[in-house]
């Protein structure tokens, strides 16, 4: 333990700087430093360098430049611990692919650049504006449960499609490896019969904590044996470019800014965007209110508001310094169970979650600069993008469908869904809100009021 350490009494949440909505924490002062959790960040790490081929593809990036963007988010992803939010942070994982087809609808260059930056931009100062206020849960609750319900089962099904479709799918470089790892990825985190030994045995459960790592190390094993990418080792230091990024792919730099009618252009899929980010703030909450009776000790302080504040922040300074498409979302949620649940094991295990949450994220960053990391995962990041996008759909599709609240919302949630999918957010949410009008009328924010609930309340 540090000597600058403040020794945290039992019942108290960890010392911190108050800054306006935010609790400033510094590692070895205000919380302990969690080494386990370092160690498995810089695996981890491998996940996140998935979105390479994607800024490659989508954008025309070459590597090293995008290599630069994932290193810009990854340093973001510390203001999480720093400020006081008790979660790991990630992507908006099921709206990256609303996302590319919303830019792939431009020509690539500046214009498809254009609409990138104009989007994460809007995005960001939304989420700032309603951190602000604490509109939140009211803009949330006002959007019908239908209209819900269909932009996340479209977004499933989006992140399926973008995986499988042709041309240009990312299935068809590396069919073998992505379908075994795909089906090892989905046997370990939902098959009963795994789920049991994860139970009873210790090494079962340690697998089912890696999330959809121990199907990564399979791509590396199994891509080489195949024929369907190399096995590259180098050591060394990464080599991220942030010169070409900051002189050629920003908007301060020869690119210039968006147009107004751009920023205007992107608003319904801002909103699509947020309704995810909505649902992964609720994820955050029940996450938390499921691990707090085991650690008395240690009362978590979760704060949409600041969560809102930080995820605004995030993708209004990354739209500007390094535009991403994966997006800057609040949790990462598969990592933040993990942490959890080591954190619930009492004081000897992880001190605060704080310490937990903020080394994970600090391990991934210090990964992004290690040249043997990077190395021998460039050649299968396509089938590390596959398997997150498959699991996303997987999870995308049955949220969305659970979020409905009758057989009428069910209807409509795929009308909205099959729209967002071929025509983009604008359609998709004028077409939900004609048929939900049209459906139920006066009961347009109520929904249906006639029939039984679609699921059971446990499972609502």
Not at 86 to 113: D, N
Not at 255 to 273: C, D, F, K, N, R
Request: proline share 8%.
């Amino acid at each position: 333990m540090s000597k600058w350490m403040v020794k945290r009494p039992n019942g108290q949440e960890p010392p911190f700087i108050p800054l306006w909505k935010f609790k400033m924490r510094f590692p070895f002062i205000h919380y302990r430093w969690e080494w386990a959790d370092y160690i498995q960040g810089l695996v981890m790490c491998a996940v996140c360098l998935s979105i390479i081929p994607v800024l490659q593809d989508v954008l025309g990036m070459p590597f090293e430049v995008a290599l630069a963007i994932v290193i810009l988010n990854g340093f973001l992803y510390l203001f999480h611990a720093w400020l006081g939010d008790p979660v790991v942070p990630g992507w908006v994982t099921p709206a990256i692919p609303l996302l590319i087809a919303y830019v792939s609808s431009y020509p690539e260059g500046p214009q498809r650049m254009h609409a990138l930056i104009a989007f994460e931009l809007t995005l960001g100062l939304w989420c700032i504006f309603l951190g602000v206020t604490g509109l939140s849960r009211k803009v949330i609750s006002s959007i019908p449960r239908s209209i819900k319900a269909g932009v996340v089962l479209g977004a499933g099904i989006a992140a399926i499609q973008l995986i499988f479709k042709q041309p240009g799918g990312k299935f068809w470089s590396m069919p073998i490896t992505i379908s075994v790892c795909a089906l090892v990825a989905l046997f370990m985190m939902y098959n009963p019969t795994f789920k049991n030994l994860s139970q009873k045995y210790l090494p079962f459960k340690i697998l089912g904590n890696l999330g959809i790592l121990p199907a990564i190390v399979m791509a590396i094993i199994v891509a080489p044996i195949v024929g369907e990418a190399g096995f590259e080792l180098e050591w060394g230091i990464s080599r991220p470019d942030f010169a070409t990024l900051w002189s050629d792919w920003v908007p301060w730099g020869s690119l210039g800014w968006p147009s107004l009618s751009m920023y205007l252009s992107s608003i319904p899929l801002v909103l699509a965007a947020y309704i995810v980010i909505f649902g992964d703030a609720v994820q955050c909450q029940a996450i938390i209110r499921d691990a707090d009776p085991y650690r008395p000790d240690e009362p978590v302080d979760y704060n949409p508001d600041r969560a809102h504040l930080i995820v605004g922040i995030r993708n209004s300074l990354m739209s500007v310094l390094g535009p991403d498409i994966s997006m800057c979302g609040p949790i990462w949620a598969a990592m933040t169970v993990v942490t959890y649940e080591r954190w619930k094991k009492g004081r000897d295990s992880m001190d605060s979650i704080l310490g937990g949450v903020g080394a994970f994220r600090f391990g991934t960053f210090t990964g992004y600069w290690l040249l043997p990391i990077v190395s021998i995962t460039r050649p299968i990041l396509p089938a590390a993008l596959a398997l997150t996008m498959i699991i996303q759909g997987f999870v995308s599709v049955y949220v969305g469908v659970r979020e409905a609240g009758s057989l009428k919302d069910l209807g409509i949630a795929g009308l909205v869904a099959g729209v967002l999918i071929c025509k983009g957010a604008a359609w998709a949410f004028g077409a939900g809100i004609i048929a939900t009008f049209i459906v139920y009328g006066a009961n347009f924010f109520r929904g249906d009021v006639e029939s039984p609930p679609l699921w059971a309340d446990r499972v609502r």
